[in-house]
């Protein structure tokens, strides 16, 4: 936490992280990754966040219709049907 007159500490960021590196015998060196490696990571992010996006875009739009037309609520028994393509 940096208080109020203390400046900026990057030199004293530096100086811990550089006497800790040194100190410690646990850490290992940073090795590249393997280009195809991150580009997965990658792709795999990306498919984790549009899955999430459609499900917030799906559960919008229930919460819409719902709101518009409350009898729909009634007539589709979403909880059970779960997956399926009638609610």
């Keep these: 936490?940096?208080?109020?007159?203390?400046?900026?500490?990057?030199?004293?960021?530096?100086?811990v992280i550089?006497?800790?590196?040194r100190m410690r015998g646990d850490l290992q060196p940073l090795q590249e990754r393997d280009e195809i490696a991150v580009d997965l990571k990658i792709l795999t992010g990306r498919r984790h966040?549009?899955?999430?996006?459609?499900?917030?875009?799906i559960n919008r739009l229930g919460a819409q219709l719902l709101e518009c037309f409350p009898a729909l609520e009634r007539a589709f028994?979403?909880?059970?049907?779960?997956g399926h393509s009638s609610c």
């Design 49 to 57: 966040d549009l899955a999430a996006d459609r499900t917030r875009a």
């Design 77 to 82: 028994d979403c909880a059970a049907s779960r």
């Design 1 to 15: 936490m940096r208080l109020p007159g203390d400046g900026k500490a990057d030199a004293k960021d530096a100086y």
């Design 18 to 21: 550089a006497d800790q590196t």
